[in-house]
Structure formats: C-alpha cells, structure tokens
C-alpha cells in the first residue's frame, strides 16, 4: 500500500470522449504530480501542484487539463484525445517539490485512446 | 539538453551481484534518485544521494560520483523478485526530476 491511490485502472476511450482519471494521497504530503509513461520511454513529468498551486506546466497539450481542489486530490481532465496519448498515467505526491523527500507512486491508470 | 542514460535491458544470476549504471547530464545537480518498478505496478523509492559516496541499504547500495556525472546501483545475492525496472532519476537546478528510461533486469535461476 504506497498512500497513493489512482482510479480508474485501465481506461479505453475514443477520440470524441471527455473522461477524467482521479488520484488521491493518504499521506499528509503538500505536492502532487501527473507523469506519463510510455513504454521504452522516460517517464515525462505533466504537471506539478504544491499547495493546490500548479507550479510545473511542461508544455502539455491543452486536450489535458489538470484540477487539484485541494492537497490530497488530483485529477487530470482528458478531452478529444489522440492515439499517441495512449501511455501508463502516474500520479505522485512528495512532502514539497524542493526537498530531499522522495516521491510516492499510485499504480497509474492505463489509457487506450481507439 | 538534458539527458540521463542507463542500459536498456542487463540480465544476472540469482544469487549473484549487478551493477546498473547511470550516467546524467543536467541543469544543475540537487540529488540523484534510484526507484524500483515491477511490471505493471508503481515505481518505488530505493535510493537518494546527493553527496558523492556509496550509500549502502541492506542488499542495496548506490554509488554517486557529482564530477563525473555518473552513479551506479548495485544489487547483490540477487533474488527472483528482484527482476523489474530500475529508474535512475535526477533533480536539476529547478528542482525537476529529470528520469532515465530505466533498465529492464531479468534475473535467471
């Protein structure tokens, strides 16, 4: 059990569709983060929220669209998306982005775009 | 640019010791990660250094160099479970964690 949680698993949606995937950290931490993984690929850092800030925009196309109410929730807003934004999404949170602390992983949620 | 470099894919014996480098250019240095990933499940937290050394952690150590741009971890009486991807992760000057691709280790009996 890392503290981190991330639903749905495994999502298949098609280009046309608006679904949103949903993270929740159980472990008192201020920083949250969206990363894709694609495979045989780093991971790519999406975005960064600390204090229900977002801090970290990594040129991500706009058909993703980040919202954090508050510390412990995340949700990354998916919208008219493309085949190659088919990827493992990990959510993460840390005690803040500048220290020390590492980073806590949900199991991620599997996209499909069809 | 900034890139971070580690073998692909390394295969070992159980019982044996591995070595899995990782080489970084960066932006800054602010500390080196190392996470452990099973197929299909989250990355998990192995290592930190940021001053150089060998930081040793059961059956675990990870070593950093800062003027070389280099670290190393190394796995030793290697076990089945042990098989998985290790990603090598950088924190630049601003603070990001810059990730290697990882590599795939297959352990055989």
């Known amino acids: 059990e890392t503290g981190v949680t991330q639903t749905p698993r495994h999502l298949v949606m098609g280009m046309t569709n608006k679904k949103s995937l949903k993270c929740e950290q159980h472990?008192?931490?201020?920083?949250m983060y969206w990363y894709k993984q694609s495979a045989k690929k780093p991971l790519e850092l999406m975005f960064v929220?600390?204090?229900?800030?977002?801090?970290e925009n990594n040129s991500v196309p706009s058909r993703f669209s980040p919202e954090c109410p508050n510390s412990s929730h995340l949700f990354l807003h998916l919208h008219t998306l493309q085949p190659e934004d088919s990827a493992l999404y990990l959510c993460?949170?840390?005690?803040?982005?500048?220290?020390?602390?590492?980073?806590?992983f949900g199991p991620g949620t599997r996209l499909t775009v069809t | 640019g900034q890139n971070i470099d580690q073998p692909t894919e390394m295969t070992a014996t159980e019982g044996a010791i591995v070595q899995i480098n990782c080489t970084y250019q960066t932006s800054g240095f602010n500390g080196l990660f190392w996470y452990q990933q099973h197929a299909g499940e989250a990355p998990t937290f192995l290592s930190y250094n940021v001053l150089d050394g060998l930081e040793e952690k059961g059956r675990f150590s990870s070593f950093l160099s800062r003027s070389k741009g280099y670290s190393y971890l190394l796995l030793k009486e290697l076990q089945m479970k042990d098989s998985a991807s290790y990603l090598c992760?950088?924190?630049?000057?601003?603070?990001?964690?810059?990730w290697g691709a990882g590599t795939k280790l297959i352990i055989k009996p």
């Open positions: 992760a950088v924190r630049d000057s601003n603070y990001q964690l810059i």
């Open positions: 929220y600390n204090f229900k800030e977002q801090t």
């Open positions: 993460a949170s840390s005690q803040d982005p500048t220290s020390s602390y590492e980073q806590y």
């Open positions: 472990l008192g931490h201020n920083a």
